[in-house]
Structure formats: structure tokens, C-alpha cells
């Protein structure tokens, strides 16, 4: 499903409609889920924030910010009350349980997963350029050399992906 | 957004792009349980709503021959003749009505009782069609408006019944009614 379709049939409300997001997003929040609050907690999570989402459909804004962010975000605070609550209670900790992570780590893995997220969407050569330049350090230079593209490409992609993911990451208020 | 704004944006992207690690591309699909549980959550808010809708339906039927009494925001929902027939702690002739009305956009149950009673402790409840679970709304007044309990489904308790308590800090039914009607609408 495309994205404009994906939203609406998300914001109609009727059980394709989150279906389709959650086969879309399932993983990224489960996953999301799994790193902070571990795997005990994260499956019930999960379930909440895309219960959460379509309770509260109605509050999404489209021309506010992006549908994959809106709901990150949604999941950010749920993990993140949960985190708080734990933190007031003695913990016995397990093997299966990571480290606890700050508060704000929990924002950070977030949104570095999000933004990897969305790499994906990215047409492979932008993403290959996005890659090379921030992940493995290259400088554009370096980048033209390695893939044959020219420079002048190499910076236009990154300037067109960086301002995608800038747009993509705002979530709606 | 200004140019200092998306250059001090894109340092801050590109800040988050160099701090992805591989760990973080690596999605893991959550259990099949998941989607199962959310689905029956989904299903159940909107039977939930489903079912409110479907209470308002037989009483809606009702508002098309509605009877304003007293202030013009009322209407009778459903009414009841009350007696004390088939009762052994009714008193003989006794009678009474009830109705249904809503005001104000509150529900509410006015109880008449002919003649008013004139002592003893009484109390007046809602029970279901089988005379089985009752809902207490409290000490009885001769023609007082009684707020329902929210959420109540009066569809499941019609029956309004007086009973006669005895003064022994047991609040559950006496077992002695005195007046009792099927509200309908």
C-alpha cells in the first residue's frame, strides 16, 4: 500500500486499515520495543501503542507530520512511562533483560531507528550515497570515486534525501 | 524555515545519521499473538459501541409517540403500571406508576405510589425479567426522580419493585414487594 493510501485507510478507522500499519510498522515498533523495554514487556507494548494509534486516529494530522512518526512517537512515550515506572520499583534482573537504559536513550534509539527506517524509502542509489556519506564517513568525493556517480549527483542526492528524512521525521504535534 | 534553520537541522540529521548502527536496521517481527491481541481489542471497542447503539434503538422508538411532562426538555421513555397483585406484602389497592423519562440529558426513573405510603422503611430497585438480580436505587420517596446508575442497560432490568425492609442493617431484598411493573416502551 502507498503511503497516501496507507493513511487513509488508517484514518477511515475499519480493520484493514491498521492492519496495513501494522504490517508496515509492526517490526520497527516491536523491535523499538524489544531494545528498551526488553522482550518480556515489549510483545504487550507493541499491542498498546497500535491500539493506542487507532483510538486515537483522529488526532493525526497529515499535513502535520508523518504517520511512522506519529506513531514512534506514540511508542516513545510508552516506553518511556514504563521506564519511569520501573525505575521506581526494586528490579530483579534477569538474564534476558538488557541493561536498563536511561530515559533518554530510550528518545535516541528511537529516532535513530526511525531515520533507518527510512532510509529504506530512499531510491537505492540516494540510500546507497546516504550510506557511504554518514555511515561509512566518505566524503562526497570519496563517494563519486568509489560508485562511478558523479559528484554533482552524489551532493543533489543527499541534499533531496536529507530534506526527505527531515520532512518524514516531524511528527505532527 | 529559514537557511540557519535547515543547516542547523541538517547538522543536527546529519548527527543522528552517524550515530545509526547496524543493530539499528536490524526489524524483528513481533509475535503472531500481537496482532491477534489487537485485533480483539479493536473488535471489542466497537461491539462495545455497538451494543450502547443498540439499547438506544427500542427507546428511540419510543420518542416517536413521546409525551412531554413537566419542564419541555422531558420525555417518557417507557412507563410501568406498579400494583401490588400476586404480592403478599401488598397492601390491598394499592397502585403506582413509573416512567422512564429523560431530562436534561440524564436518565431517571419517577416512582407514584396510590395512596402514598405512610410509614415503613421502603425501598425501590430494578429487577431483571426473572425477578433475579436486582439493582438497588435506594430508600423510596413517593414520586421522586431517581438518577440511574451510568452504563445501566435498563433493556436487561425492566422490573420496578417496591419492597418493605425491615430495619436490620441487611441491605439485601426483604423478599416482601409491595408494587411492582415491567417498564415498557
Redesign the interface.
Known sequence: MTDSRLVEAFVAGDELGIKALYERYGGLVFTYCVRTVGRDAAADLTQEVFVASWKNRHQYDPEAGNLAAWLMGIARNKVKDELRRRSRRPQIVTDEMPPLPAVDNADDIGDRMLVASLLDELTPRARQNVELAFIEDLTHEQISEKTGTPLGTVKSDIRRSLDFLRRHLKEAP | MSEEEEMA??AE??A??????A?????????A???A???R???S?KRGRRRWTWVAVPIAAAIAAFVFIGPASEEVLASADLSAEGLPAGPEGLTGAARLIERDGQLLLVVDLDPPPSDGFLELWLLDAEASRLISLGVFEDGRAYPLPPGIDVGEFPVVDVSIEPLDGDPTHSGASIARGVLQA
Open positions: 537541522t541538517d540529521l546529519e543522528l545519521l552517524k550515530r545509526v548502527t543493530e539499528d536496521r536490524q526489524l524483528e517481527d513481533p509475535p499473538e500481537v496482532w491481541g489487537i485485533s481489542q479493536i473488535t471497542t
